[in-house]
């Protein structure tokens, strides 16, 4: 399996940090930059924290990973980060003209057959890369948060991309550990990030409504059709939950319940700022004090959850996750 002979990461914040952590706990060396000084200061003992707690998780060889930041590069300069790299992630923030600054900042920087990926959650690649010139090599590989931990990534190709570019970048992710699912065509959000905006609009309107409260809506999902999506998906849980009759049988029994229901789903597009500091506080005020706590909790169950999955797995590799 081809491995990069150097990963390069610009932008330090949370998706940076994990996908250096990620790299880094696979022994790939690494280069991380930022702009900003106070990002990078913090990015440089988070990297290590999340890279080191994927060994106390079981999910990463001690060994490799102080291999890694071992060789785990803070750059001073954007040319000294993506120097001798094979790929460059972007993974600043959510804001088109600063990534198309920046993307065309790096393509003038390296050579012509880098990979270069941006970690975008949504945005079209056509606008994203829109003031670069060599396209066959740029694609989105966006990841969930936190990326060491979560394996899904998703590949959204720009209409240029090249097959050979999309091959590699699945090769690394797999490389990675990481589970890339490549996109037919792109779409505003994406796949994950459309189906998570749903799910989520829907649990917004019913704490809002006052039908339940912030922590059991949480409790509702992750123990509730979460669960069961992990080990399934949606089409699968479905399908599997009319027996031998499949899919087709619980259309034509449990269809009509579903449409009636799809009648009175939550179908607004913004929130209004009343809406927005009842939601903020609501969730504040259920996690007061707890968010520390709250998130090594949520890395060891995510943990314990693929641990769960990959042991499950079919010997013969036949599933798909």
Not at 43 to 52: G, L
Request: hydrophobic fraction near 45%; charge should be neutral.
């Amino acid at each position: 399996m081809t491995i990069p002979r150097k990963v390069a990461v610009i932008g330090a914040g949370e998706i940076g940090v994990g996908w250096a952590a990620l790299c880094a706990s696979a022994g790939w060396p690494v280069a991380i930059f930022d702009l900003n000084p106070e990002t990078m200061d913090r990015a440089s003992n988070e990297i290590e924290r999340r890279t080191r707690a994927l060994v106390a998780l079981d999910r990463a060889p001690e060994s490799i990973v102080e291999r890694g930041l071992r060789e785990l590069v803070r750059a001073n300069f954007l040319s000294e980060a993506v120097q001798d790299a094979d790929w460059v992630i972007e993974a600043i923030q959510e804001d088109v003209t600063a990534k198309q600054k920046l993307l065309a900042g790096i393509e003038q920087a390296v050579g012509g057959d880098v990979l270069i990926s941006s970690s975008s959650s949504g945005l079209p690649p056509t606008e994203i890369f829109g003031r670069c010139r060599k396209l066959d090599r740029c694609l989105v590989t966006h990841p969930l948060n936190p990326p060491e931990l979560i394996p899904i990534v998703e590949i959204v190709p720009e209409s240029r991309t090249s097959a050979a570019s999309i091959s590699r970048a699945v090769e690394y992710l797999r490389a990675l550990g990481r589970f890339p699912i490549v996109l037919k065509k792109p779409i505003p959000g994406y796949v994950v990030g459309r189906v998570a905006a749903a799910v989520w609009r829907e649990c917004i309107d019913l704490v809002l409504q006052g039908v339940i409260s912030v922590d059991d809506m949480d409790r509702a999902v992750s123990l509730g059709p979460a669960l069961g999506w992990a080990a399934a998906g949606p089409h699968l849980t479905y399908h599997l939950a009319s027996g031998e009759g499949g899919i087709r049988y619980f259309t034509q029994r449990l269809l009509a319940s579903f449409e009636s229901w799809w009648r009175q789903l939550a179908h607004w597009s913004q929130l209004e700022p009343d809406q927005q500091r009842a939601l903020t506080q609501s969730i504040e005020k259920a996690y007061k004090g707890k968010i520390e706590f709250l998130r090594e909790a949520r890395d060891r169950r995510l943990s314990a959850i693929l641990r769960s999955l990959e042991q499950a797995r079919a010997p013969s590799g036949s599933e798909s996750c």
